[in-house]
């Protein structure tokens, strides 16, 4: 049994108690398996072929209503209580199942065909002195694996050796942290020596003793032990899994980490089942009409003891009671019987109905074109049926940024050369002109190395270029010379820029594009095409960028002989290294800096300055003292960067767009018309995800404020966070208020939640990664849920995939709200799979957030559509439905409960046993079921005209305990009157010809048509919308009960069936009856009377948004589509201090001379040639209004 336990345990991942450390020898298999380490297959499926039917039954009958439908079918299996057949409640609990389990299955089908799909992927692995093409799945802790160009990285591995000089790699990690830019790791020197020797490797022997697995995606440390010798790792010797390598054309492994334990992994969270907030009050509700049936059960089988003792004596004399049948234990019998009869309070077609109109209501976010994206072939898809009403009741949505609000696409936008700016089009008049897709290009075919998808709309620059114009020649000159990118040429004339970050590569191409081709590097030249003409310029010196620089600068040697200096940078950081000069041309490019940030576009100063040989001569001197010196090396280094880059002339300044999708401002915009608050949570360093801030109107100049929390200690990020706090609301309580309370069912659940607080103006805050995990520890986790709901807008920087699904766990633990979380990649499935609702959006970072999220489409702005078209119509559909159903069960079942008062507390039923079996499944089934899938208040485009129409789904206002409550009073009103007229006014009466028309069929016939056409007109006064699918419904229901009715009392059926249907002759007689007719209209009309009366004097006196939005489609036509414009020039003084890297600069390592080793089998030249660079601090750029001490180095 131990052992079996241990198998599925390692199966699952999971070793016996803690691991607290991680021990492997390489190439030992047998010692590696003794630790049950898990493998690197991966289960993200729930069920077998044998565990299936056992546990999808045992789930489903953890839902109440089905457990209750059990313990009835057991009841009518007892002849003794049962007056209604057990097939009326086996068959449709059946079908609930089947269908159920279908789609369950259905479901894990698709889970276990994505597992299996990733689990066969091959890879070389190396196995007794060979390489072996394996499964992923077979391999284990300790292997050795290979990996090839654009291939996925197995497990988390320990570098070894690569193709490259000095053990470098290149790898793309948009899989976890959404970033795209290409990132450096290094091996270490010990192994990077076995390069590509099988024989080598095969015979490596090295011990690594490392951290447990976790979830920390920024953090490695261990240790490898190789021939005595011990040397230290880092993340920087790490490779995980998720990430894909990327100009490389091999490397070598040591599999540390496999399957479940990988960081990618520990960092995806638990699948959650998923049930919508109606859900969970349903369940209470059924709870509650449990103990309201069980109620009157007990009420009328005390008045049937009495009535036994009373007045049963009286009939024993001709009808004998059974053996050992007293007046309590028919009383008992009848409490059962009435548990059956009365069991229509909560009708099994309940939840089949409900299924149907989840299930069409996914159709209909399938079938919508409107959020079909051509360009990609992709339609929207509800990946689940279960939560399509939740849509309507969203009140806070985390929105990943990459791929997500942006393309993850750079492109050069504008530009300002020597006072002039370029990359706007105007007409005659001098107005703006909006540039679309059908906007005339520029024709760059007279440039043969010009990037065929480069897209420039203004001419006029390309015209100043070719007319030989200096300046905007230099300018270009300077952007193909001053960058750290290096290219690669795979056919003649095909260039392909690798760059440290998108905004690089885009300056680059820009220059290529206008003429000025970046062709290729060595460590001591840059050669460049200009204009058609091979130029090679010597590279002297770079002068590195870095997080307090924030600027870059080349000192370069023109075949002419002539010495510059190019730098580009922050403009606040260059215009403070200006010659005086250039104060006029500084006061025109500073007007066009702030036009541009005011478009969210990101921007850079340009500048030059000629050098004198001599003094060049001393200064390379001076440089090479410095950066030999042992002490004080960055210091002296800085303030020969200095020295040299003072009295520079200004060129221009660049204007590089980080591409938003097509409509994510005006998203954002209708999103907060509607009382949703957005968070952007995102791994992308914070002057990033500021810039979209701002280009997406979330944070704007006109905020009163916006708070930047960034300390490095939890007392600090407390002090920040209150500081925010009392200067948004000053009058606010130090502590939290916190209420406390008891939900769910059987009221087992504790809920706490924390009210918001009201301010005055809107705020924004930004929060750093490190910041934010001492912020989400327990003592602060309050905190900064109060200043967060404080304001409009919230942006979380470098936050890992675990933290991202912790801010969305904060906010539902304590707001009791509900939540969407939206990305497009493997760093956003914990937060999907976290949130109420997960939202995949199919873009360029794969398909892992997809395949968690219950919805998916391919742009952001569709999510606009979901919410305020779709999840509204949802919820108002469902919300209908519920209240309607439970009206006319409620009226049905309360109409036995009056009878049973008449009929000495029997059980008898007071309609015929064929109407109770067909009221839910034919009568009343498809009128709701046409309400319930094509109603609407208000089409789309008013939906989009007024969002204020999605508020009531947050405030529950449709369906909650009160309006069932209101319900149910309702349905008693209606039940008295549709009992008792129909027996006041047959009481005593007599047909036209004089014969008796008073006896129970009779009755039962009256009582059940004056029901059903009670209920159908309060499905007629419900019904906003009414297509000929209703129309065809609700008169083809009426005209099939009385088809049916008249059918079954016939004499036909009689003789074939005398025992089934016995109301022989009944429909014939009373239906040609007037007074029969009129009892009908007026039990119609007192039920109906009330209900428009209340609805007319609630509009006048209190009406809602929809009222008054009705009320107004009724006045007006339907509003016309948004027209496009030109978004209104914004001037802003707040833009980006730089656009060009990421990370601390590598120019140190392109002017080395040792990056260009040659390797056998080497196609190109590398990057990074020395072991102790700097090259993957991803040291995060921080923009303040005030100088700043650099960050902590962190990855994400």
Known sequence: MGSLLSYFSQLCGKQEGQEEERHLHANNRPFNLSYRYANNAIKTSKYNIFTFLPLNLFEQFQRLANAYFLFLFVLQLIPAISSLSWFTTAVPLLLVLSITAVKDASDDINRHKSDKQVNNRRVDVLIDGELRSEKWMNVQVGDIIKLENNQFVTADLLLLSSSEPLNLIYIETAELDGETNLKVKQALTVTGEMGDSIEALAGFNGEVRCEPPNNRLDKFKGTLTVNGQTHSLDNDKVLLRGCTLRNTEWCFGLVVFGGPDTKLMQNCGKTIFKRTSIDHLMNVLVLCIFGFLACMCAILAVGNAIWEVKEGSVFTAFLPRPPGVNAAFSAFLTFWSYVIILNTVVPISLYVSVEIIRLGNSFYIDWDRKMYYPKNDTPA??????????????????????????????????????????????????????????????????????????????????????????????FFRLLALCHTVMPEEKKEGELYYQAQSPDEGALVTAARNFGFVFRSRTPETIMVVEMGRQVTYDLLAVLDFNNVRKRMSVIVRSPEGKLTLFCKGADTIVYERLHPSCSKLMEVTTRHLNEYAGDGLRTLALAYKDLDESYMEDWRKRHHEASTAMDGREERLDELYEEIERDLQLLGATAVEDKLQDGVPQTIEQLAKADIKIWVLTGDKQETAENIGYSCNMLREEMKDIFVVAANTAEGVREELQSARRKMCPEAPEEATVMEARAGLFWRLKTTTVDDEKVDGEYGLVINGHSLAFALEKELQLELLRTACMCQTVICCRVTPLQKAQVVELVKKYKQAVTLAIGDGANDVSMIKAAHIGVGISGQEGMQAVLSSDYSFAQFRYLQRLLLVHGRWSYLRMCKFLRYFFYKNFTFTFVHFWYAFFCGFSAQTVYDEWFITLYNLVYTALPVLGMSLFDQDVNDRWSFQYPQLYSPGQLNMYFSKKAFVRCMMHSCYSSLILFFIPWAAMYDTVRDDGKDIVDYQSFALLAQTCLLIAVTIQLCLDTHYWTAVNQFFVWGSLSAYFAITFTMYSNGMFLIFTSSFPFIGTARNSLNQPNVWLTILLTSILCALPVVAFRFILIQLRPTINDKVRHKVRKEAVPAPAPRRPPARRISTRRSGYAFSHTQGYGELVTSGRFLLKRPLKSRPALFPQTDSPLAQSQPQLYRTITEEPEEPQTV
Not at 440 to 453: G, H, I, Q
């Open 381 to 474: 898809q509800a990946r689940t049926t279960t939560l399509n009403e939740e849509l309507g009741q969203i009140k806070y949505i985390f929105s990943d940024k990459t791929g997500t609000l942006t393309q993850n696409i750079m492109s050069f936008n504008k530009c300002s050369i020597n006072g002039k700016s370029y990359g706007e089009l105007f007409d005659f008049s001098g107005e703006r002109v909006e540039i679309t897709e059908k906007t005339e290009r520029v024709d760059f075919s007279w440039n043969e190395l010009a990037d065929p998808k480069f897209i420039f709309h203004d001419h006029g620059l390309v015209e100043t270029v070719r007319e030989g114009n200096l300046e905007a020649q230099a």
